[in-house]
């Protein structure tokens, strides 16, 4: 699974000065190329290099966050960089230890990043076209140092607001075609489930439209919980909230509602809501009802109403593709 990172001294200085050159404008070639050791992430900056598998990487950014809201927190342990040989562009992943707990209603999780489960998963996946591509290699220290290929596109969540001229209009016009994707996307998830993996962080920007194949692919599998119910459940509220998402066009919020429409919010109780995030709401049905029963029957497994939730993508799938049918 692990390939040893090379020795930097493969690569003179000029050497790769005269690769960076190839691929980096005049005005942005650095004076000097610093290679640096892969064993600590916070070493490795703008313009470094690494060299892993016999390729020398060209640092730029770090990339950036958008968990809980936090749009602009930057990932240190995530780099983009410029694939010397090739000039592609590539995500640097290193490991990173970070550890949560989750809650979904009475349920917690325990939740760490696991480097070691995205190396899997990325082996499982391989030739994939629905999932994020990448191969692992060790750093210097010895632990498992992902490298991606890197997806030219935006995100489920993006997408979703640019569509429509109201809400009305999205969901008969737009809304058939994107919950046609997501189908497919769950059906991918499925693929992993299958194979005794879970996602682990799911959520609507980690589901990106690939601008070069037109498809949705899953990207970062580094996210790892436990719960003693059911091994997939976080995986499967993850999915519950995108549908939920994408069926009101956006996040329906009870912020919102008590600005834009109270006599609406004086309707919903606590069994409307969603029920990881109590300020969204998740029964649709009340806000728009033009949503047809079957698909807002889907939308209340995700509820604070909820007695039965689903408990895998085989049982969510049969109730979205009944739904949709009924959208043609």
Not at 132 to 140: I, K, L, N
Not at 205 to 218: A, N, S
Not at 307 to 313: A, F, R, S
């Given at each position: ?18 690769m ?41 950014n ?14 240190f ?22 550890k ?53 596109g ?39 489930h ?40 976080y ?8 549908l ?14 008590s ?13 409307d ?8 709401v ?15 029957r ?31």
């Open positions: 699974m692990g390939k040893t990172s090379d020795k930097a001294c493969r690569y003179t200085e000029e050497e790769l000065l005269e960076v050159r190839r691929w980096v404008p005049p005005e942005r070639v650095p004076g000097r190329v610093l290679i640096k050791d892969t064993s600590d992430f916070f070493q490795v900056d703008y313009d470094n290099v690494v060299v892993l598998g016999g390729v020398p990487y060209l640092v730029r770090n990339e950036r966050e958008g968990r809980f809201g936090i749009e602009d927190q930057q990932k342990w995530v780099k983009r960089a410029i694939d010397l040989k090739t000039g592609k562009t590539k995500i640097l992943k290193w490991t990173f230890w970070e949560f707990t989750g809650r979904v209603g009475e349920m917690v999780f325990e939740c760490v990043r696991s480097p070691l489960k995205e190396a899997r998963i990325l082996n499982i996946v391989r030739g994939r076209p629905d999932f994020m591509q990448g191969e692992t290699f060790m750093d210097a220290a010895g632990n498992p140092l992902r490298i991606m290929d890197f997806i030219n935006k995100s489920l969540g993006d997408i979703t607001l640019t569509l429509g001229s109201s809400h009305e209009d999205y969901f008969i016009n737009h809304y058939p075609g994107l919950l046609s994707e997501f189908i497919t996307a769950v059906e991918a998830i499925g693929f992993l299958e194979n005794g993996e879970k996602h682990g962080d799911i959520r609507r920007d980690h589901l990106l439209k690939d601008t070069d194949t037109g498809r949705y692919r899953w990207i970062d599998f580094d996210y790892n919980y436990r719960h003693r119910a059911n091994k997939f459940s995986d499967m509220f993850g999915l519950g909230n995108i939920i998402y994408i069926t009101g066009r956006g996040d329906v919020t009870t912020y919102n509602l600005h834009d429409a109270p006599d609406t919010l004086s309707r919903l109780n606590s069994d809501l969603n029920i990881v995030f109590n300020y969204r998740a029964n649709l049905g009340k806000i728009y009802p033009y949503i047809p029963g079957p698909l807002n889907v939308l209340l497994h995700f509820s604070g109403g909820a007695h039965v939730y689903y408990l895998n993508t085989a049982e969510l799938l049969a109730d979205l593709k009944e739904a949709f049918s009924m959208l043609k």
